[in-house]
């Protein structure tokens, strides 16, 4: 008898999108420090959850999912102004990256963003950092403008990219 154990590959379908809460930010953060993003940290997260125009979702492991695993695979932070829908910032944790976990939170969060009346949705991403851009231009997204040595640490260009959501109603 083999003595191989069979590991089921994580999948897609063992996370569902839900709204982040405070519980949520501790893994939040560490999912931010462990792929490589500009640092917001627990406090600055946490005021951006009490704001009320803010949309702050994350992919939650489903508890019926097939290791009865729990915790988040990676989250999204959007704010509304006016009528743009800002993304602030997405992260998906290295092991579950390209299984369409940042796929599913970038349309939830359009989703979300046009319910409340936006009708484009915004973000920079640094020039380098062609992963993101693909991820974006899949769901739409494109270059509307770039900022010289907008980033630090490394120093590095922003590239500005947008979509249309919704049709304006204003006049
Ligand atoms: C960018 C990021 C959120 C994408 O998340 P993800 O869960 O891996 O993305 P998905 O599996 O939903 O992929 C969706 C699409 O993005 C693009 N993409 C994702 N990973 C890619 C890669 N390694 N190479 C090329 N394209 C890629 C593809 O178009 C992909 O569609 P496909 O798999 O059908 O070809 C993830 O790579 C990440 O967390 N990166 C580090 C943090 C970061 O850079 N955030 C963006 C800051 S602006």
């Not at 089921?8 to 569902?16: E, G, H």
């Not at 910032?89 to 969060?109: D, H, K, Y």
Request: glycine residues 8%; charged residues 25%; aromatic residues 6%.
């Amino acid at each position: 008898m083999s003595c191989v154990k069979h590991v089921k590959a994580v999948a897609r379908s063992d996370y569902a999108i839900s709204r982040m809460t405070d519980h949520d930010l501790i893994e939040v953060v560490e999912i931010e420090e462990s792929c490589g993003l500009s640092l917001w940290g627990w406090d600055s997260y946490h005021a951006e959850l009490l704001r009320p125009e803010s949309i702050m979702l994350v992919a939650r492991r489903a508890v019926d999912s097939h290791d009865g695993q729990r915790g988040l695979g990676g989250f999204i932070a959007a704010r509304l102004v006016a009528e743009d829908l800002h993304i602030n910032n997405i992260g998906v944790r290295t092991e579950f990256q390209r299984i369409g976990l940042g796929g599913s939170l970038l349309t939830a969060v359009l989703s979300t963003g046009v319910v409340q009346d936006a009708t484009a949705a915004i973000l920079e991403v640094r020039a380098g950092n062609v992963v993101a851009q693909a991820l974006y231009e899949r769901h739409g997204f494109a270059t509307i403008s770039r900022r010289r040595n907008y980033y630090r640490q490394p120093t590095e260009d922003a590239i500005i990219m947008k979509v249309l959501i919704k049709e304006s109603t204003a006049p």
